[in-house]
């Protein structure tokens, strides 16, 4: 099975743009969650997708927003951007995001930086 | 208060020596799942091992093997006959209860193995 990918693999944009990246789960996993991952804030929660809907969310302001479409591809936007948003998105896909057992696969994750 | 602590920021290794990495966790759910993530400099998590709060042996997956004590919340990691492909930051993370819940990551280890 092919694994999790994300596009771009890297982006560099300016202050007040916006950016759209893409996450292809694998084959048969419903779940998509989304991770940003910085130097001082280690691995922090953006908002997980199933079937369409988002069921979990973190801490992020409002300028961070996605959406998962019926193959279950998931987008994340990410508008107005500031010099912080510079980090690496991961995305993780699962087959129904359950508790416990269930495991995350990691894409190799998009590097933003914000000028 | 942290839900994940790693408390070395560093570790170094000899190739083919064992090494241990340190996890402990706070939780009041009965029922959580461990798990351990490799991320090497591409940036891409790759899974390891997952430990369940009910298993009652500890997990092991090749030269992986966590080492669970429940009672004093720790999964430290386990790594056997270190290779240089090892050399790596390494994430503890948890997943709590039996709904849909997220991961929630350590600030991780930076291991260096040595010729």
């Known amino acids: 099975k092919a694994g999790v990918t994300q596009t771009p693999r890297y982006l560099i944009k300016t202050r007040g743009q916006q950016v759209t990246l893409s996450c292809s789960p694998i084959?048969?996993?419903?779940?998509v969650s989304w991770y940003q991952q910085t130097p001082g804030q280690g691995l922090q929660f953006l908002f997980e997708?199933?079937?369409?809907?988002?069921?979990n969310k973190g801490n992020f302001p409002g300028r961070f927003s996605g959406r998962q479409f019926s193959n279950s591809r998931s987008e994340m936007n990410v508008s107005t951007l500031e010099l912080g948003d510079s980090a690496l998105y991961l995305c993780?896909?699962?087959?129904f995001g359950a508790g416990g057992a269930e495991t995350q696969y990691f894409g190799p994750g998009t590097r933003l930086l914000v000028l | 208060a942290q839900k994940i602590t790693q408390t070395q920021p560093g570790m170094f290794v000899q190739e083919k020596e064992a090494v241990t990495l340190d996890c402990t966790y706070d939780t009041s759910d009965q029922s959580y799942g461990l798990f351990w993530y490799k991320q090497p400099s591409s940036g891409e998590m790759i899974f390891l091992i997952y430990q369940g709060s009910y298993d009652e042996q500890n997990a092991t997956e090749g030269r992986y093997s966590l080492n669970f004590q429940k009672a004093r919340k720790s999964a430290n990691l386990v790594i056997s006959a270190s290779q240089l492909g090892d050399s790596a930051m390494y994430f503890c993370a948890m997943r709590e209860g039996r709904g849909y819940s997220t991961l929630t990551f350590g600030k991780g280890t930076m291991l260096l193995v040595s010729p």
């Open positions: 997708y199933f079937s369409e809907t988002q069921r």
């Open positions: 993780a896909s699962s087959p």
């Open positions: 084959s048969g996993h419903r779940s």
